[in-house]
């Protein structure tokens, strides 16, 4: 069947994942991946979100945190785009995570809104009726409309993108900034605020790891990042608090290491408990020259107040640049524009904002 241009309609075909990248039935995702990065240049003009297959493998496989529904968007047997629908596992959720993602010449000719109608289908399936997406808009000051977040901090353009998820009944919950820290130009500025935070910081110390997590650690670590869906800025947005335990950190760990990445977690004890009270982590696929990404930062809340957030990104970061990654370029971050704490850590630091993202929500009518 085509469409009236001639060119075959677009068809969504359940991904086929591999158990490795070496398999005899790897080469449909090594294409998904290619398609990927292709669209994340397109979006952004940048290589910093891209991944090699194999790193983005382990994030496919079957886990017990939620039900990864995919699919490879093909035109004229050509792979033109992907869609994804996570279905977390928590117990009473009622949320369903999408994308929809397309190479920017076939925008606009209907192909997306087909994908959102599997979508809505796929999260009716599974009972869910709170639906979230997360959305790139290049910041293009034009001087056209611009949709602002009800939580009072940030806007993005109402571009093509904001125009799909509005007129698919979406309201723009939280704008999220993107920054890139320069590591070599940082340098004096991050001992600086090491030194500061350390001051501050008394009856604190800094321990660190490459995952996986060690034995005498993993409580610790995985209670504050069950903190992270329940302590840090969301806005309107309804996330399900999360339940982390040793098993649930093994499989993060294990998606860490079976994609041949490098992760450095940088946390903050409590000498006098021996608590794990803060944590910031640092993350880097096989290529040493690659952009590397700042992921959870978090401060536990009984502890605020002791720049133990400046502290944990710092020491990190002077790590990373010494002993990790030391051909690194960059970092790259994402933060909630309403998260003044750490945007201004990370500000004083030298990240500075290269993109913004928008938290876009729906609620179905049962």
């Not at 060119?7 to 398609?35: G, K, N």
């Not at 990864?68 to 992907?82: K, L, S």
Request: aromatic share 8%; net charge negative; charged share 25%.
């Amino acid at each position: 069947m085509t469409d009236i241009a001639g060119a075959q309609l677009p068809q969504f075909r359940p991904l086929t994942v591999p158990a490795s990248m070496d398999a005899a039935d790897a080469a449909e995702f090594a294409e998904y991946t290619r398609v990927r990065n292709e669209i994340a240049r397109e979006l952004t003009g940048r290589d910093d979100d891209t991944l090699a297959a194999a790193e983005l493998l382990p994030h496919y496989q079957p886990n017990s945190e939620q039900i990864r529904h995919a699919w490879a968007v093909y035109r004229d047997d050509r792979q033109i785009g992907r869609i994804t629908v996570d279905i977390p596992l928590e117990d009473g959720s009622r949320g369903a995570f999408w994308l929809i993602e397309l190479l920017r010449q076939h925008w606009g000719q209907g192909i997306g809104s087909a994908a959102y109608a599997l979508v809505e289908q796929t999260a009716r399936e599974h009972g869910r009726t709170v639906l979230q997406s997360w959305g790139a808009h290049p910041d293009e000051t034009d001087g056209g409309a611009r949709v602002s977040a009800p939580t009072g901090y940030g806007s993005i353009p109402e571009d093509h993108i904001a125009r799909f998820y509005l007129r698919h009944g979406y309201t723009l919950e939280q704008v999220e900034r993107e920054s890139a820290l320069d590591l070599a130009a940082s340098v004096d500025t991050v001992a600086r605020l090491r030194a500061e935070a350390e001051r501050a910081a008394a009856g604190y110390r800094i321990v660190q790891w490459t995952a996986p997590t060690p034995p005498e650690y993993v409580a610790g670590y995985a209670w504050m990042k069950s903190r992270m869906s329940t302590d840090t800025p969301m806005g309107a947005l309804e996330f399900d608090e999360e339940a982390w335990d040793a098993e649930r950190v093994a499989l993060h760990d294990a998606r860490v290491v079976d994609g041949a990445r490098t992760m450095l977690v940088t946390a903050a004890q409590h000498v006098a408990t021996g608590d794990l009270v803060a944590f910031n982590e640092l993350v880097i696929g096989p290529d040493p020259h690659r952009a590397s990404q700042q992921e959870d930062t978090l401060v536990l809340k009984e502890h605020r107040g002791h720049r133990l957030g400046q502290l944990v990104k710092c020491a990190g970061l002077e790590t990373w640049r010494t002993r990790v990654a030391p051909d690194s370029p960059r970092v790259i971050t994402y933060n909630a524009e309403e998260n003044r704490p750490m945007l201004d850590i990370n500000e004083r630091i030298g990240f500075v904002p290269v993109a913004y993202n928008g938290a876009w929500q729906k609620t179905l009518e049962s």
